[in-house]
């Protein structure tokens, strides 16, 4: 978690499709929470599509740009749902 911390966006967006490369699993949804947190929206996308989600609750965000990055994690989450519906999974 600290490479987020330290990380700009487009860098850790980089870093963990490099980890998706090598088949690195992702494992910790507290990096979907650090994300919202921090407004990284690409991030948030590519860690919901690899079954990563939020735990923090609409009442925990404090600012416009974290309730917004919320709702695209919530809203990942159940596209991600609907397609695993829809494909019998």
Known sequence: MASIRHSAPTLLISILSRLDQYSIRFDNP??????????????I???CE???F???????????????????????????RIRKLMLGR
């Open 45 to 47: 996308r590519m860690l």
């Open 30 to 43: 507290a990096l979907v929470d650090e994300c919202i947190q921090r407004g990284y929206q690409s991030s």
């Open 54 to 80: 939020t735990s923090l609750q609409e009442g925990q965000l404090e600012g416009k740009e974290q309730r917004q990055c919320w709702q695209l994690a919530k809203r990942c989450e159940e596209d991600i």
């Open 50 to 52: 690899k079954g990563l």
